[in-house]
C-alpha cells in the first residue's frame, strides 16, 4: 500500500531571505489533497479539481498529473524539459524543475511523511533545530554546485533519467471512504487546539480528515490528525488552528 510523501517545494524566483520553501506532503492515488494552481501557487485539499494535482502512485512514486482543462507546465531535469502532456502521470524525482505561468519550483522529495499535514512555510532557522530536517538542509542547501543542485540523483554519476510518462500507470491505489465524526470538545492544550469526537466506526491513529463548517465544506485550516483512539473515541490535533473554532464535524477518509 502506498504511504503519504514528504516533500517541499522551493520557489526558485524568491531570495533566500524569502520564505521561499513550502513543506507539503503528497497524498496516495489521485484524491484531492496537495495540489498546484493556474498560478502555480500550492493548494490543499482543493473544493473542485486541480489544475496541477501532486500525487503518490501505487509503486510508491511522486507524480504530478495536469488536468485536462489546465494550461501547460514544465518539467525539468537536467538537460532535458518535458510539457507534462494531460491526464497522464509524470513521474518526478528529487531536484525537478516545474515551471508554471512563468513561476519556477524545484522539488525536494525527503520520503515517507510521518503524518499528514497541509502546507506550511518552512525557514532554514526551523530545519536546523531538527537533526531529521538536517537532512532536508543538505539536500536543499548543502553547499553543492548550481548544476549539481539541478541534476536529481546522484552527483556525478551519469546523466539523469529522462522524464517518464506513464501511458498505463500502476493500479492506483484503492479510495477512500468518508467518516464522518460528531465533534464532543474542542481545546487548546499546550499550545495546540484538541479535538474529541465520537465516531461510527473505530478510527487508527495518524488518520487524516477536515473540521467541517456548518454547511458541511472543509473548513480553512481545519486540517486534523488522530493522535489518540479509545474505541469509538478520538483525539485529533489541528495544528494549522490558533483557538478552538464552532464546528460539529470533523471527517475522515479511510481505506
Not at 494535482?53 to 524539459?81: C, F, H, K, N, Y
Not at 553543492?144 to 543542485?149: G, T
Not at 456548518?214 to 489518540?228: I, L, S
Amino acid at each position: 500500500m502506498p504511504t503519504p510523501m514528504e516533500i517541499c517545494l522551493e520557489d526558485l524566483d524568491l531570495s533566500p531571505e524569502d520564505e521561499r520553501y513550502i513543506r507539503c506532503v503528497a497524498l496516495p492515488g489521485g484524491e484531492p489533497g496537495l495540489a498546484l494552481d493556474s498560478e502555480g501557487l500550492v493548494r490543499w485539499m482543493p473544493g473542485g479539481p486541480a489544475a496541477y494535482g501532486l500525487w503518490v502512485s501505487a509503486d510508491d512514486r511522486l507524480v504530478l498529473q495536469r488536468a485536462e482543462s489546465a494550461g501547460p507546465i514544465t518539467v525539468r531535469r537536467g538537460g532535458r524539459s518535458l510539457d507534462a502532456p494531460a491526464a497522464s502521470p509524470v513521474v518526478l524525482l528529487d531536484g525537478d524543475q516545474l515551471q508554471v505561468n512563468g513561476r519556477r519550483l524545484r522539488v525536494h522529495v525527503h520520503g515517507v511523511a510521518e503524518e499528514v499535514h497541509a502546507p506550511e512555510p518552512l525557514t532554514l532557522g526551523r530545519l536546523a533545530r531538527t537533526a531529521a530536517a538536517a537532512l532536508a538542509i543538505g539536500a536543499m542547501v548543502g553547499g553543492a554546485s548550481d548544476a549539481a543542485a539541478h541534476t536529481p540523483g546522484i552527483a556525478g554519476v551519469g546523466a539523469p533519467p529522462p522524464v517518464e510518462v506513464r501511458r498505463r500507470p500502476p493500479k492506483p491505489a484503492p479510495p477512500r471512504r468518508r467518516v464522518v465524526c460528531s465533534v464532543t470538545s474542542m481545546k487548546v492544550k499546550q499550545g495546540i487546539v484538541v479535538v474529541r469526537a465520537t465516531c461510527p466506526e473505530q478510527l487508527h491513529v495518524n488518520a487524516w480528515g477536515q473540521i467541517l463548517d456548518a454547511k458541511g465544506q472543509p473548513m480553512k485550516d481545519g486540517h486534523v490528525v488522530v493522535k489518540k483512539v479509545k474505541g469509538d473515541a478520538i483525539e485529533a490535533h489541528a495544528s494549522s488552528l490558533k483557538r478552538p473554532v464552532k464546528a460539529t464535524k470533523v471527517q475522515f477518509r479511510v481505506y
